[in-house]
């Protein structure tokens, strides 16, 4: 066995599993900010939402078209992947 070359195999080996599990790590390390920004916009988005529909419902015109646009995507049914059929 040719120890010099089995000492740089080794090196590499170690090396690259420290990048690889840095490179595992990444994704959930990713998530948690892209959650958390995902919830804070759904947050400010509903309660712009309810801003706008309390307005419409209060007779202000401009909000009218708005309220009709948003109600679309804040509708009750939900956006189901597999909707039953009757």
């Known amino acids: 066995m040719d120890k010099v070359e089995f000492l740089k195999d080794e090196m590499v080996v170690t090396r690259l599993k420290a990048l690889a599990y840095l490179a595992e790590q990444l994704p959930m390390a990713l998530m948690t900010p892209i959650m958390l920004a ?3 916009a759904f947050v400010a988005s509903v ?3 309810g801003t706008v529909k309390e307005a419409a419902s209060k007779g202000v015109n401009a909000a009218k078209p708005v309220y009709g ?3 679309q995507r804040f509708s ?3 956006n189901t992947i ?3 059929k009757d």
């Open 38 to 40: 995902g919830s804070e």
């Open 47 to 49: 309660m712009y939402y």
């Open 82 to 84: 597999n909707p039953k």
């Open 76 to 78: 009750k049914k939900g």
């Open 69 to 71: 646009d948003l109600s």
